[in-house]
T-cell receptor, first 116, second 115 residues
Framework: AQKVTQAQTEISVVEKEDVTLDCVYE???????LFWYKQPPSGELVFLIR??????QNEISGRYSWNFQKSTSSFNFTITASQVVDSAVYFC?????????????FGKGTTLSVSS | DSGVTQTPKHLITATGQRVTLRCSPR?????VYWYQQSLDQGLQFLIQ???????AKGNILERFSAQQFPDLHSELNLSSLELGDSALYFC??????????????FGPGTRLTVT
């Protein structure tokens, strides 16, 4: 069965600190996709990144970076120089590979609070 | 703006009632998904439709049903409502014909409160 674990329930940091959100996943599929979504206080779910299981290259987008390691089944998310606007709940998710798309299996989420 | 629209934004109703939530996917997206977000259960997949047909079911109660219409919009029907059905219901869409896109784009959600 597929499963996503985000062990950190809440993290509090001060502005400009770097912060890493952990995500560990379980799947028997050889081809799968990993995602990160952000849910700000307003409630919507914002797509951040998708990673294919066959591409372990790390990715950087501005202050955001993602570290994908198949050997440890982890897909961690780092925010560099955090800002107050980064305060949100962050969800890691997993899906199978299917042309028609498949359901996302979400972790419980990590609530990030950034104070000024 | 994800391009996915959901109505209504808020819904307050009484136990035992029936409600319908509506979702319009992004232009061209063939798959529509419904998710429920509650404090105790987190984000849970309910059901998926692909091009008008039911494709996958998750933890959807028998009191709940959904459909996808020829214009690809979808409706989620919740009946015999209970207090525990109070939650944020999200619709998401993905997959453009001929160019699979596995990321799902979420609507703003419908917050259902059952009193």
């Amino acid at each position: 069965a597929q499963k996503v674990t985000q062990a950190q329930t809440e993290i509090s940091v001060v502005e400009k600190e770097d912060v890493t959100l952990d995500c560990v996943y379980e799947t028997r599929d050889t081809t799968y996709y990993l995602f990160w979504y952000k849910q700000p206080p307003s409630g919507e779910l914002v797509f951040l990144i998708r990673r294919n299981s066959f591409d372990e290259q790390n990715e950087i987008s501005g202050r955001y970076s993602w570290n994908f390691q198949k050997s440890t089944s982890s897909f961690n998310f780092t925010i560099t120089a955090s800002q107050v606007v980064d305060s949100a709940v962050y969800f890691c998710a997993l899906s199978e590979a299917d042309q028609a798309g498949t359901a996302l299996i979400f972790g419980k989420g990590t609530t990030l609070s950034v104070s000024s | 703006d994800s391009g996915v629209t959901q109505t209504p934004k808020h819904l307050i109703t009484a136990t035992g009632q029936r409600v319908t939530l509506r979702c319009s996917p992004r232009s061209g997206d063939l798959s529509v998904y419904w998710y429920q977000q509650s404090l105790d259960q987190g984000l849970q997949f309910l059901i998926q439709y692909y091009n008008g047909e039911e494709r996958a079911k998750g933890n959807i109660l028998e009191r709940f049903s959904a459909q996808q219409f020829p214009d690809l919009h979808s409706e989620l029907n919740l009946s015999s409502l209970e207090l525990g059905d109070s939650a944020l219901y999200f619709c998401a869409s993905s997959v453009v014909l001929g160019a699979p896109a596995y990321e799902q784009y979420f609507g703003p959600g419908t917050r259902l409160t059952v009193t």
